[in-house]
């Protein structure tokens, strides 16, 4: 039957505020998702009361659509980042095709969502009790996190119906009214771009918010997304085009949106009140810290915050802190690997592979298990767990057996196991494998030989389940604003200014040598962002703006010699489908100069059957059945 237009209001008011699930107390800006609701209230009531609005206003923020994200390690595996050392997960590297299915984002809960922020928007608009100033931030954040849903959706599906009124149905029958033909891909994004621009100017230009929006937050998205948009307008095809513009950007649009990318962060530059993170005169442990100190960081533009007193709390670090020193009997389960971690360049700013091996193909000796990593940008120690290394104040035990003189393996099959075999000319069992592995096949453990880093909370209790770890997921940071304004100034042929936006970044990393504006290339571009935004849930809409993907997940598969003496490390098309890891061993030959250094073999573990296809259909996500079959002005993607 029809309801009322009061009692729409109030059943929108009671799906808004009863699903909070937050603390005690919205007194200030800062505790804002801390609320919890504990009767339903009608519209006009809330937008009476800044308090209840911003109770409102926290679901709609929770709402805030990721792909990647803290929550959810196992993403981070889905393509060469990482491997997934967990039993359940090993499938991730075992698909030979990403299904069209993947990443769509094109559903009645997101559009439910659109509908429950043009309700707030219009209701805000309609309301005369509160403060105008307050009453208009609030209509600012909720547009904010609207045009976030439509640049969400937009990367993954191209042009989609653009509704940015409430939707009623009158039960007549008909629902024609409804149903909305696809935007073309342009108009969302310049969608996206308008809205921002118009509340950039209303939100708070405050440097010290972090989890709510502001002018700065704003911008970031808008330099965001403008520089996708230019990018797919420069790098798409024939192939990647619906004749209505609902998938495809010409190109001719493509500097356009490529100074809109470049103004947008030089606001944020220029504004002087976000810097890059730099209190730590070690700069691997600076760059780790940066994710996880809440206190004062200048970098942080906009994020997801976590507390732990209203336990919003999350299990990153249970189930990825190093399964030797681990606060619970678990952990490990994301492996970073060497296809990532040979990408960090040397501090002369040249690509080189590891050397496990010479240019004989003999094996390289090494006394310390950490020095083949020495002389590499300091974000490879900051994003991973390298052998040898430490994690909060534990020494990480990764080594995978003893190496004799005749090349024989003496091994185990668990965490630091002491096999009943002995050594030559030892009669005492021994460890004769990691606390941490690797072994192959045994989830928890280091299969890549590296445990990730970034992320870690490096607090007391965050590994433990009653604990656990309130560390922010961030979504906009200082960081990606000059590499946002390296890039786009570089597609805009100012070759000097991009080398000046791209130079503090690499200074933050010990490489200190400046590239000059002739090598700033697009390689260098993609090459930086690539180690600068490892697991960070970039890696995929990077790969399909710049339609890199297919070319580099292309179903061949890979051997250990693409990774030893490597030439086209910094390559855009360098493929990467398969995982592959790096294993230190002790070397055996007692008195030989070499006994007990250690010795590095390239390894692709068993589970990795597989290698990844991305084909040109994945680049747009496929329309559901049933979205096309309740519209009939919806058309499908192409290739598809």
Known sequence: MKKTSQMKKYIYAFVAIACLSFGQSCKKDSEFLDKQPTSTLSVEAIWKDPNLVLTVLGDLYDRYPDFQRIESWWLFADFDEGFASAGGDYFRHQNLEYGYDAWRYWDIEVYKLI??????????????????ADRDRFLAEARFIRAGVYFEMVKRMGGVPLITVPLEYDYSGNPGYLQYPRAKEAEIYDFVIAELEAV????????????????????????????????????????????????????????????????????????????????????????????????????????????????????????????????????????????????????????????????????????????????????????????????????????????????????????????DKVLPDN???????????????????????????????????????????????????????????????????????AAGYIKPVRDRAGLTTALTPAQITFDRIVHERKVEFAFEGQQLW?????????????????????????????????????????????????GNANHLKYVFKVIKPSRVTAAHRFRIGNYYSSIAQDVLNGNPKIIRNPNQ
């Open 115 to 132: 509908n429950n922020l043009n309700l707030f928007i219009k209701s805000g608009q309609e309301a005369a009790a509160l403060k105008p």
């Open 200 to 419: 950039k100017t209303i939100l708070p230009d405050d440097a010290t918010e972090k989890s709510r929006a502001t002018k700065a937050a704003a911008l970031a998205m808008e330099t965001r997304a403008a520089l996708y948009a230019g990018s797919i307008a420069k790098y798409s095809n024939s192939q990647l085009s619906l004749p209505g513009g609902e998938v495809g950007i010409s190109s001719t649009l493509a500097n356009g949106y490529f100074t809109k990318a470049l103004n947008a962060a030089k606001q944020i530059i220029d504004g002087g009140k976000y810097s890059l993170y730099q209190k730590n005169p070690n700069l691997s442990d600076n760059f780790a810290a940066l994710f996880t100190d809440k206190g004062s960081n200048p970098e942080v533009i906009f994020a997801k915050d976590f507390k732990l007193k209203t336990n919003k709390v999350h299990g990153f670090t249970i189930d990825n802190q190093p399964r030797s020193s681990a606060e619970e009997a678990q952990g490990g389960r994301l492996n970073p690997s060497l296809n990532l971690v040979q990408s960090f360049e040397k501090l002369d700013n040249s690509y080189a592979s590891l050397a496990s091996v010479d240019a004989g193909g003999n094996p390289v000796y090494y006394t310390n298990i950490t020095d083949i990593f020495a002389g590499r940008d300091a974000r490879l120690a900051g994003t991973v767990i390298l052998p040898g290394t430490q994690f909060k104040g534990k020494t990480v035990d990764i080594w995978a057996g003893y190496q004799l003189a005749n090349g024989t393996i003496i091994t185990g099959d668990n965490f630091g196991q002491m096999k």
């Open 427 to 497: 009669p005492a069992s021994v460890q004769v494998v990691g606390k941490d592995g690797p072994v192959d096949g045994l989830e928890f453990s280091a299969q890549s030989g590296f445990y990730v880093r970034k992320y870690l909370d490096p607090a007391t209790g965050s590994g433990q389940i009653g604990t656990r770890s309130d560390v922010w997921w961030i979504r906009y940071r200082y960081a990606e604003v000059l590499l946002n304004a390296a890039e786009a100034a570089f597609e805009l042929g100012d070759l000097g200014a």
């Open 542 to 590: 990077d790969m399909k703006r710049w339609r890199l993907a297919d070319k580099v997940w292309n179903g061949n598969n890979m051997s250990a010699a693409d990774f030893t003496n490597a030439t086209n490390i910094g390559s855009v098309t360098r493929t990467s489908t398969q995982v592959f890891g790096l294993w230190p061993y002790k070397y055996y030959n007692p």
